[in-house]
């Protein structure tokens, strides 16, 4: 079993960045299959990025595509989110999200078994 913290969210204005961080403790993270999800009032979740174990493959939404950068640090047992260019459009509250099959990166929220808290992003106008 695998615990997910997430930090680094918080308010930003349109057009600037953040990154998150997804702080994971448990069994060895290159194990997992890591993702970031997110969902903004009134709407359901939704894949943002995932990154199969080791860093191989990688798989972007079509509204972050160019924007949003995954990577993992599994020497740090920590998945990261580059958000750049932000709008909005991306204000939600983002949540780290993990599962066992390590080879392959899925896009829907059934397919991870271990989620963080969540970290609220707002973006300003």
């Known amino acids: 079993q695998v615990q997910l913290v997430e930090s680094g969210g918080g308010l930003v204005q349109a057009g600037g960045s953040l990154r998150l961080s997804c702080a994971a403790s448990?069994?060895?993270?290159?194990?997992?299959?890591a993702a970031w999800f997110r969902q903004a009032p009134g709407k359901d979740r939704e894949f943002v990025s995932g990154?199969?174990?080791?860093?191989?493959?990688?798989r972007y939404s079509d509204s972050v595509k160019g924007r949003f950068t995954i990577s993992r640090d599994n020497a740090a047992n920590t998945s990261y989110l580059q958000m750049n260019t932000l709008t909005p459009e991306d204000t939600a509250v983002y949540y780290c999200?993990?599962?066992?099959?390590?080879?392959?990166?899925?896009?829907?929220?059934?397919?991870?078994?271990?989620w963080g808290q969540g970290t609220q992003v707002t973006v300003s106008s």
């Open positions: 999200a993990a599962t066992t099959t390590s080879s392959t990166v899925a896009t829907t929220s059934r397919g991870y078994a271990y």
């Open positions: 448990g069994r060895t993270f290159s194990a997992y299959t």
């Open positions: 990154i199969s174990g080791r860093g191989r493959y990688t």
